[in-house]
C-alpha cells in the first residue's frame, strides 16, 4: 500500500479530470475497500461457524473444554497440546468458563475486531510523508489484507490468540503514550510469546531506553509470577521444554515455519542440527536486529518492527503458521528505484501470505525446498537482504516514472474501459512477471480442474454426451477425420513418436520461447501480447465450465488409439504426473491449439524475416495435427481454440486499444538515472 500509492499508473486512476471528479473518485474507491472489509468479516464468520462444532475452534476446544488442559488439574502440557507460555495459561484460566460459553459468536467476533484494531494502527503507522489519498485508503486495504491472510484465517479457525501479541507491541510503539507504557505492552507480548524480548535491543538502540527496561522487566515479572502460581508448568515450559520447544505437532511438520523445522525437513538432526540451527539463528538475529535499528533510526519503525518480527519468526524453534504476522507487515518497506520494480516485493509478501505453498511453487521434487518454506525465506528475506529504501533516497518518494504511449482514438466509447488504460512501453520487471505467470497459471489449473465435470460416472457420462454430439456434428459437416487420421498414424512408428513429442512438449515451450523474445527484444509488445494470451485463457475456461467434454480418446466405443498415454483403465487413469492436476474433459476448446495459433500469429506479426513468419504459422499446422492425430481432441475443438484466441485479440484491443506503433516506443526503455538535484515526474 505505501508502495502503491507512488505508481504513476494509480496517480492516473485517482488524479485524472478535475479536482472534483478525483475527490468523488477517492470517495467511491474508499467506499468499496470499506465495503469488502464487511463482506470479509461476515465471510470470516460465516465459514468458522459454519463447520461442525468438533472442527471449528479446535486448539480453543482443547484448551478450556470440559476435559481441556486449562480445566484440569495436572500440568498444562502433559498432553502437549497447549503450547503456550505458562504466563498464558494463567491469564487464560480464568476466563475459560467465559470462553466455552463464547465459543462461537464471542471468540469469532472479538478476533475480528482485534484484526481490524490491528489493520487501524498499521495504517496510522505508514512511515511519513503520506499522501491524503493513501491516508483515506491505508486502513481499509491493511485491514482486508489481514483478514485474507493464512495467519488471521488459521487464528480464527483455530481458535488461537496468536494475534494479541501482534497488536500488544503496534500498541505499544505506536499507539500509547509513554515509553514505560509502551515497554508494559511489549514485556506482555513477551510473557504470552518469547520471541517478542527480540524487540527490547531494538528499543535501546533506538534511544527508548526506558521502553526497553519496562519490557524486560514486565516480562521477568509476569514470568515469575506464573513461575509462583504454577512452578511444575514454569519448569516444564522453560527447563524441560526450553521456551515451549516440543510442544504442540512435530517440529519438522511444514507448518513449522522457523529455522529448526527447515533444517528437521532436510534431513539433519541431533547436534548437527542443533548446532547449525544456533549458528544461524544467531546470524539472522545479528543481521535482522542491525537492519531494524537502521531503519528506526531512519523513521521507518513500523518498517523496523516488521523486519524484527521476521527476525522472532526464523529464529523461533517453532513458528506455526497463525505465528507468521509478522512477515506481512514487511509490505510496507519500498524497494526498486522503477515504479514497475516498486510492486515487486509487496506483491510476493502479499501471495505469500495469502496463498497456499503448492500455488506458489509447482509441485516438484528439486523445489521442494522452497515450496516447504515459503513465508521462513520471505522472513529471511526480509531480515537479512532485501535492499529496502531509505527515506534520503531520491526514489524512496518518487521512483523513475513509467513510460506510456500515446492515447489512441480507437477503442470503442461503448466499451467500460479499466481506469489504466494508457499502454506501457517500458519493459516489466521479470522477477514479478514470472511471479504473476506462476499464479494465474495454478488459479487457471485449479479452475480448469474443478470446472468441467469429475471422474465420477455422471461427470463423465455428461462429457461423453457431449462427445456424441460433436461427433454427429463433425458428420453432418464431413469433418469427421479423428478415427481414420488416428490409426494411421499409430501404423507408423516414426511419426507416431514425432506426433506424440510434439503434443507433449512444446504445449508449453514455444509460448514461453515467444514470450521471453519478446520481453527481451520488444517489451510493448510483450505487454499486449501477453494480455492476448490471458484473455484467450480466460475466455477459455468459461468454455471449459459450461461445456465438459470427452475427447475422442476417452470415448471407448469408437476406437481411438490413445497413442500418448496408452490403454487407461478410466476409473483409475494414469496420466503421469499430470494425472492429479488435470481434467481430462476440457476439451472444448483446444488451448493447445489456442495458445499455438498465438504463437504463429504473434511470430507472423512481429518476426522481422520471412521465413520466420512461415515457421511460426508451421506450428499451428503441427499442433492441429497432433492433437487430432493423436486422439486428444475433435477438430471443432481446434476451431473452438482459434475463436477464443480471436476473442482474445478483439478484447485486449478493446480494452487497451491497438498494439503500439513504433513510432510510439522511445528508442531505449531501460532504468534511466536521474540526474542528482533532478526529481522524477509521473506523466499525466
Known amino acids: 500500500m505505501a508502495n502503491v500509492e507512488h505508481s504513476g499508473q494509480v496517480a492516473g486512476a485517482f488524479g485524472a479530470g478535475t479536482p472534483q471528479q478525483a475527490k468523488v473518485r477517492l470517495r467511491a474507491a474508499r467506499v468499496a475497500l470499506w465495503l469488502i472489509v464487511a463482506v470479509l468479516g461476515v465471510r470470516q464468520m460465516a465459514v468458522v461457524l459454519g463447520t461442525p462444532r468438533g472442527d471449528r475452534l479446535t486448539d480453543l476446544e482443547t484448551w478450556v473444554g470440559p476435559h481441556g488442559v ?49 489493520g487501524l494502527i498499521v495504517a496510522r503507522a505508514l512511515p511519513q510523508p503520506v499522501t491524503r489519498r493513501s491516508a483515506l485508503l491505508a486502513a481499509p486495504v491493511a485491514i482486508s489484507l489481514l483478514m485474507l491472510s493464512l495467519p488471521v484465517r488459521n487464528t480464527l479457525y483455530l481458535g488461537q490468540t496468536s494475534i494479541i501479541p501482534v497488536l500488544l507491541v503496534l500498541l505499544g510503539c505506536f499507539v500509547v503514550r ?243 488504460p494508457r499502454r506501457v512501453l517500458t519493459r516489466p520487471n521479470l522477477l514479478l512477471e514470472l511471479l504473476l505467470i506462476r499464479v494465474t497459471y495454478a488459479a487457471y489449473s485449479q479452475v480448469r480442474l474443478a470446472a468441467t465435470g469429475d471422474d465420477s460416472a455422471a461427470g463423465r457420462a455428461t462429457a461423453e454426451h457431449h462427445g456424441d454430439r460433436i461427433l454427429r456434428l463433425e458428420r453432418f459437416l464431413g469433418i469427421d477425420i479423428e478415427h481414420g487420421v488416428n490409426h494411421a498414424l499409430a501404423k507408423v512408428g516414426w511419426l507416431r513418436g514425432f506426433f506424440d513429442f510434439y503434443y507433449e ?69 494414469d496420466y503421469g504426473t499430470l494425472t492429479a492436476v488435470t481434467n481430462q474433459y476440457a476439451a472444448m476448446p483446444s488451448l493447445h491449439f489456442g495458445w499455438s495459433l498465438w504463437c504463429g500469429l504473434t511470430i507472423a506479426v512481429l518476426a522481422p524475416r520471412w521465413w520466420m513468419k512461415v515457421l511460426g504459422l508451421l506450428h499451428p499446422l503441427f499442433t492441429v495435427s497432433a492433437i487430432v492425430a493423436t486422439g486428444n481432441h475433435w477438430v471443432l475443438d481446434a476451431v473452438g481454440g482459434a475463436a477464443v484466441v480471436g476473442a482474445g485479440f478483439a478484447l485486449a484491443r478493446l480494452l487497451q486499444g491497438p498494439r503500439a506503433r513504433a513510432a510510439d516506443v522511445p528508442p531505449r526503455t531501460q532504468v534511466r538515472t536521474l540526474p542528482a538535484g533532478m526529481k522524477a515526474r509521473t506523466p499525466s
Open 70 to 118: 486449562l480445566h484440569v488439574n495436572g500440568s498444562l502440557y502433559d498432553s502437549t497440546r497447549f503450547t503456550g507460555t505458562p504466563f498464558a495459561g494463567l491469564v487464560l484460566k480464568p476466563l475459560t468458563r467465559a470462553a466455552e460459553q463464547a465459543l462461537g459468536w464471542g471468540w469469532t467476533f472479538g478476533t475480528l475486531l482485534l484484526v481490524v484494531a490491528l
Open 178 to 420: 509513554g515509553e514505560r507504557a509502551g515497554g508494559l505492552l511489549i514485556g506482555l507480548g513477551a510473557a504470552l510469546q518469547p520471541t517478542v524480548l527480540l524487540f527490547a535491543p531494538l528499543l535501546w538502540c533506538t534511544g527508548r531506553r526506558r521502553a526497553a527496561a519496562s519490557t524486560a522487566g514486565t516480562f521477568a515479572v509476569c514470568t515469575v509470577l506464573a513461575w509462583a502460581a504454577m512452578p511444575h508448568d514454569s519448569s516444564t515450559y522453560w527447563v524441560h521444554h526450553l521456551a515451549g520447544t516440543g510442544l504442540g505437532g512435530k517440529a519438522g511438520d511444514h507448518t513449522n515455519q522457523s529455522l529448526h523445522g527447515a533444517l528437521l525437513r532436510l534431513g539433519l538432526s541431533g547436534p548437527l542440527e542443533i548446532g547449525l540451527f544456533l549458528f544461524l539463528g544467531a546470524a539472522v538475529a545479528i543481521v535482522g536486529l542491525r537492519r531494524a535499528i537502521r531503519y528506526a533510526r531512519d523513521g521507518q519503525l513500523l518498517l523496523a518492527v516488521a523486519v524484527t518480527g521476521c527476525v522472532a519468526v526464523a529464529v523461533s524453534p517453532t513458528s506455526w503458521q497463525h505465528q507468521l504476522l509478522w512477515v506481512l507487515l514487511a509490505a510496507v518497506g519500498r524497494v526498486g528505484t522503477r515504479v514497475s520494480d516498486r510492486y515487486v516485493w509487496p506483491v510476493a509478501v502479499v501471495l505469500v501470505m495469502t496463498l497456499p505453498a503448492k500455488t506458489m511453487v509447482p509441485n516438484m521434487t528439486v523445489v521442494e525446498p522452497l515450496r516447504d518454506n515459503p513465508v521462513l525465506l520471505a522472513a529471511l528475506a526480509a531480515a537479512t537482504f532485501v535492499p529496502f529504501l531509505s527515506r534520503a533516497s531520491p526514489s524512496y518518494r518518487v521512483p523513475v516514472p513509467t513510460e506510456y504511449a500515446p492515447h489512441t482514438p480507437a477503442r470503442r466509447r461503448c466499451v467500460p474501459l479499466l481506469p489504466f
Open 505 to 573: 512438449s512444446f504445449h508449453f515451450l514455444i509460448p514461453l520461447s515467444v514470450l521471453a523474445v519478446l520481453y527481451r527484444r520488444r517489451p510493448a509488445d510483450y505487454r499486449w501480447a501477453r494480455s492476448v494470451l490471458g484473455l484467450a485463457t480466460f475466455v477459455a475456461l468459461v468454455g471449459f465450465w459450461l461445456y465438459p467434454l470427452a475427447p475422442p480418446r476417452l470415448m471407448p466405443h469408437l476406437g481411438i488409439i490413445d497413442t500418448v498415454h496408452g490403454v487407461q483403465d478410466f476409473s483409475k487413469p
